[in-house]
């Protein structure tokens, strides 16, 4: 028997420095104590004398061993094996020193209701009932059954004190009442998704996975994992939550509304060449700082119309004139207004233009230019007409004019038409000499192709000799 137990002792020893311990208690399946024995041959045949430590058989070494794995958090099976030296008998008589040995197979009942009382609580008592066989030197080997109540404190981690009493019912008056205390241990790793991590490690203990990961899954391998990934099926930086970045600037891809170009978090991972807070592909003028309102393009002047579309971008202007200024309101932008600061129609390049009466006026006046006969010498007697229309002419330096001259038809047409440009060239060349410029005026001659009466009659003859002057619109 002695060797027996020598060799349960070993084994014991053995399995506790090779398995791992570790310190969430309720993931260790296995348990180890050894301690301290007392068997009392006498108290069951006395109950008044159960505690009275002289009846108690004991050694002076470790004389109790166990080794208990847990089914589930209320019950466990374990293997006790204990012994004493025999001084006092049944009776209570002394006896000389005997040894006592037995082995048990109990089954431990944990109180376990998932609250005050579990497994992992620091006090944990317990009941447990079994069988099991004894043995005294020098006598045969007799079976034995019963149970008792224990108490587990756990000082520190998986470390802890116990201590136990049963009863133990065997044939031929060798039933005794044993009292048990000592250091327990619990020890062993619980792997439930078998990936070689201990649940008490493993941060996904019902998934495998590596241990980089604390034992969670990480399908892209890139150390985040799965739970925590915000990208599962793509490696990305553990910093953005397993998302790629694939331009580096800190915002992950998914993100990102420019992946490929590096950005700022303002704007979504987009570029701003020109910083006026618009990105480049929504800017329209990326590399000038603009506003907002105009996608991203200046707008120098501050007229509400971009440079870009602005005629006159560094002019405050009209949207109606391109972003171009009109100090006289005329509707002509003064860079195309040769009158900016007089209104007039943009006709006459927004200059002002004479009355329709002061036109006809005019018209009427020229009629009675007179020539001499036959000749493109203007008769003196026009003199003051002409200088009339000269005065108006000066009235509108803007303005431009064409001289027209007109003849009957006697003679021949081509004399006719030579008679009548020299005619109208003669007007114009009066007009210069009297300080128009020549710019302003234009001559031509169409003899009798352009009658205004009839030329059967003196009358009519008289009013196709005529001289015509017209104001020429201008753009």
């Known amino acids: 028997m002695r060797n027996i137990i020598q060799l349960f002792a070993a084994l014991i020893v053995a399995v506790f420095f090779t398995t791992n311990t570790n310190a969430q208690s309720a993931l260790h399946p296995w348990l180890i104590g050894a301690g301290i024995n007392a068997v009392?041959?006498?108290?069951?045949?006395?109950?008044k004398d159960i505690l009275k430590t002289e009846f108690w058989n004991t050694m002076p070494a470790i004389a109790h061993l166990s080794l208990g794995l847990n089914l589930n958090p209320s019950l466990a099976v374990d293997l006790q094996l204990s012994g004493a030296r025999i001084t006092h008998a049944a009776d209570g008589s002394t006896v000389s020193g005997r040894g006592f040995y037995a082995g048990d197979i109990d089954l431990r009942y944990k109180f376990d209701n998932g609250y005050i009382i579990n497994e992992n609580a620091w006090i944990?008592?317990?009941?447990?009932?079994?069988?099991?066989?004894?043995?005294?030197?020098?006598?045969?080997?007799?079976?034995?059954?019963?149970g008792g109540i224990g108490l587990n404190l756990w000082i520190w981690k998986d470390l802890g004190i116990y201590g136990q009493s049963a009863y133990r019912w065997s044939s031929d008056d060798h039933t005794y009442i044993e009292h048990t205390a000592g250091i327990i241990v619990r020890f062993g790793m619980h792997d439930a998704d078998g990936d070689g991590i201990s649940d008490e490690e493993d941060a996904c203990p019902n998934e495998a996975g590596p241990l980089s990961t604390h034992g969670c899954p990480d399908k892209d391998g890139d150390g985040v994992p799965d739970k925590m990934d915000a990208c599962p099926d793509v490696a990305g930086l553990a910093s953005l939550n397993g998302c790629p970045d694939a331009d580096g600037d800190g915002i992950a891809d998914k993100d990102d509304q420019c992946p490929k170009e590096k950005g700022t978090k303002e704007l979504q991972g987009c570029p701003d060449r020109d910083g006026d807070g618009i990105a480049d592909k929504d800017d329209q003028c990326?590399?000038?700082?603009?506003?907002?309102?105009?996608?991203?393009?200046?707008?120098?002047?501050?007229?509400?119309?971009?440079?870009?579309?602005?005629?006159?971008?560094?002019?405050?202007?009209?949207?109606?004139?391109?972003?171009?200024?009109?100090?006289?309101n005329d509707g002509v932008a003064d860079a195309k207004d040769r009158c900016p600061d007089e209104a007039g129609p943009a006709s006459n390049g927004g200059c002002p233009i004479p009355k329709e009466e002061?036109?006809?006026?005019?018209?009427m006046a020229a009629k009675a230019i007179q020539y001499k006969t036959a000749s493109a010498e203007i008769q003196k007697k026009s003199y003051p007409v002409l200088d009339e229309i000269v005065v108006f002419?000066?009235?509108?330096?803007?303005?431009?004019?064409?001289?027209e001259g007109h003849t009957d038809d006697v003679g021949k047409d081509a004399y006719n038409l030579d008679l009548s440009d020299r005619r109208a060239a003669s007007v114009k060349n009066y007009f210069i000499s009297k300080g128009i410029s020549a710019d302003r005026l234009t001559s031509h001659g169409y003899g009798e192709t352009r009658p205004i009466a009839d030329n059967k009659t003196a009358a009519g003859k008289a009013q196709n000799?005529?001289?015509e002057i017209h104001l020429v619109q201008q753009q």
């Open 465 to 467: 000799r005529r001289t």
């Open 124 to 146: 944990a008592p317990y009941l447990f009932v079994g069988a099991g066989v004894n043995y005294m030197d020098k006598d045969k080997t007799r079976p034995n059954a019963g």
């Open 358 to 363: 002061e036109i006809q006026k005019i018209n």
């Open 393 to 403: 002419m000066k009235q509108y330096p803007q303005t431009k004019w064409e001289i």
């Open 286 to 328: 990326p590399d000038q700082k603009g506003l907002k309102q105009f996608n991203g393009c200046p707008d120098t002047d501050g007229d509400g119309i971009p440079d870009k579309t602005d005629q006159c971008p560094t002019q405050k202007g009209l949207p109606a004139l391109q972003g171009c200024p009109d100090r006289d």
């Open 40 to 47: 009392d041959l006498h108290g069951p045949d006395s109950t």
